[in-house]
């Protein structure tokens, strides 16, 4: 299973390294990573591996919000469920 | 593979356009809880409630965080209460409706639905003492609803319980008046009712419904009107396809939750109600979606058409995308409840004329509508009994939810608070209908009743 994360928030040194430090200490494998920069603005895409987690993925959302918080950024997290539900048949 | 631009687009639907599952809603039945005493089929009541739903406020917050989609409320809807109550007194059918309520509360849900009856084709005794105490029911407790179905199209409408239905509004009415009467926003009174409507205040759980189930109902009137929008000046069949494309999306959300609800609840999956149910939150209003069709105003001529269309393309649209559909399934149009309908009613566009038009072609019927607070209660059966004969002559259903505010006039505006919104006090037709709902007895069944 994956998850779908996605981290907007102003531009500033290290953001993708925050993040995928972060879901690497929880267990999570990236699988895939898009990003881009307009202007000052920074926005990222993450597909990440979520079957090894280190704990369960309720928590894992609730500390990629964590890091959010602190780190001032927008950090969402979903189940990829969602997305394949909506969009294939 | 997902690719970023259907990523982009679920994620802008959820946090730019309002998408959201508008509720989870359990079905309980409580045909075990029968008893004689009454302080034991509370008891019992409590007890069932608490036990079967124990979880479900927490799944449904835990299915909201890893899908990252709002799931506004946490519901349970319960056997009519007139059906477990056969041996109840008017005051043990109060305590009934106390019991409902602790329970609720016990729960952390915002809602509970079925302190109602079925009297569509006549009154039990115990139905009759569950009526005459709908008022104090309402007013006594914080989270219960109550609804009555009048009238089917099998059975015809039962004059005589629309008649008492109005003195039963009048008197919610009343003893909520320090609260703007909102003792009237949790009853609705029904033609053909569905028994797995998982929207309140109409939500019970019928009796041919398992002991429980798991039923959703989405919604998204805003993500609706910015796909229309992006759309342009397309034709109608582009339009409708616009539509069924959006719906299919959205109950897709839905019926993704209603089975993880399912399975982790250990409850079986009942049914996905594909309504577009507005809030008073700007961008998720089903007027503003009427009005994006290109009405200068939602009431003006062409509204029933644009409605009947966005209800049909709703409808195929989401069909394929869950596995049962039911309940009410269409658009929902309460005035107070929908920030484009407060606004036409306050510009003189939209009255209940129109209104009841519209009823003809959508989902429910004349939802969360203020009139004044001096409205005779022969009135009030009078606009019942309209619009619960559109229900029957279509074969569909209708429903009435109207506040005859305490005090207020035509002119005033009644502020509910939160989902229920806030509404201005709508004109009614100034002429009696006295003497035609005093005749009492029973409209007969239309002629297309016999399909057999």
Do not use: W
């Amino acid at each position: 299973m994956k998850a779908v994360i996605t981290v907007t928030g102003k531009d500033t040194t290290g953001i993708i390294a925050k993040v995928s430090t972060k879901c690497s200490e929880l267990g999570g494998n990236i699988v895939d990573i898009s990003q881009s920069v307009m202007r000052e603005y920074f926005a990222m895409m993450m597909l990440v591996e979520i079957d090894n987690l280190t704990m369960s993925f309720s928590e894992f959302v609730d500390e990629m919000n964590r890091l959010g918080d602190e780190s001032g950024l927008d950090i969402h997290t979903m189940h990829e469920d969602i997305f394949n539900t909506m969009h294939k048949i | 593979m997902i690719n970023t631009k259907d990523i982009l687009e679920t994620i802008n639907m959820i946090r730019e356009e309002n998408l959201d599952i508008r509720t989870i809603t359990m079905g309980i039945s409580l045909l075990d809880c029968v008893s004689e005493d009454e302080n034991r089929l509370c008891d019992k009541i409590y007890d069932k409630i608490t036990h079967t739903a124990e979880n479900l406020v927490k799944v449904g917050c835990d299915i909201e965080k890893e899908y990252g989609v709002p799931i506004v409320n946490k519901r349970v809807s319960v056997t009519p209460i007139s059906l477990i109550g056969g041996a109840l007194s008017p005051d043990g059918f109060i305590k009934a409706a106390k019991a409902l309520d602790r329970a609720a509360k016990t729960l952390g849900i915002n809602f509970i639905g079925g302190f109602g009856a079925l009297v569509h084709k006549g009154a039990t005794k115990a139905d009759n003492n569950l009526i005459s105490v709908i008022p104090e029911a309402l007013a006594e407790t914080d989270f219960v609803c109550s609804s009555v179905n009048v009238a089917t199209t099998k059975a015809g409408i039962n004059m005589d319980a629309v008649a008492e239905m109005g003195r039963t509004v009048k008197r919610a009415a009343l003893l909520t008046k320090d609260k703007n009467s909102i003792g009237c926003a949790k009853f609705v009174v029904f033609a053909n009712v569905p028994e797995d409507n998982p929207f309140m205040a109409g939500a019970f759980h019928g009796v041919g419904e398992p002991d429980a189930v798991v039923s959703v109902g989405v919604s998204g009137p805003g993500v609706v009107s910015s796909a229309i929008a992006r759309g342009g000046d397309c034709d109608f069949s582009h339009l409708a396809d616009i539509i069924k494309k959006t719906a299919f999306k959205i109950t897709r959300v839905g019926q993704l939750v209603a089975f993880e609800a399912s399975r982790r609840l250990g409850v079986p999956f009942g049914i996905v109600d594909l309504s577009l149910a507005p809030t008073p939150a700007i961008g998720d209003s089903v007027a503003h979606i009427l009005e994006e069709m290109g009405l200068e105003v939602c009431g003006a001529h062409g509204t029933t058409a644009a409605l009947a269309l966005l209800n049909d393309a709703v409808k195929k649209g989401g069909v394929m995308a869950s596995s049962h559909v039911g309940g009410l399934s269409g658009a929902f149009i309460p005035v107070s409840e929908d920030a484009g309908m407060i606004s036409a009613v306050e510009r003189g566009a939209l009255s209940i004329e129109k209104l009841e038009a519209m009823t003809a072609v959508c989902s429910v019927g004349l939802d969360m509508i203020v009139i004044d607070g001096d409205t005779p209660a022969d009135v009030i059966s009078a606009i019942i009994a309209d619009e619960i004969s559109i229900g029957v002559a279509n074969t569909k259903t209708t429903a009435v939810r109207v506040i005859p505010a305490y005090g207020k006039h035509p002119g005033d505006v009644v502020d509910f608070g939160g989902l229920l919104g806030y509404a201005p006090v709508i004109k009614l037709n100034e002429y009696s209908p006295s003497k035609f709902i005093a005749r009492g007895g029973r409209i007969p069944a239309p002629i297309h009743s016999l399909k057999n």
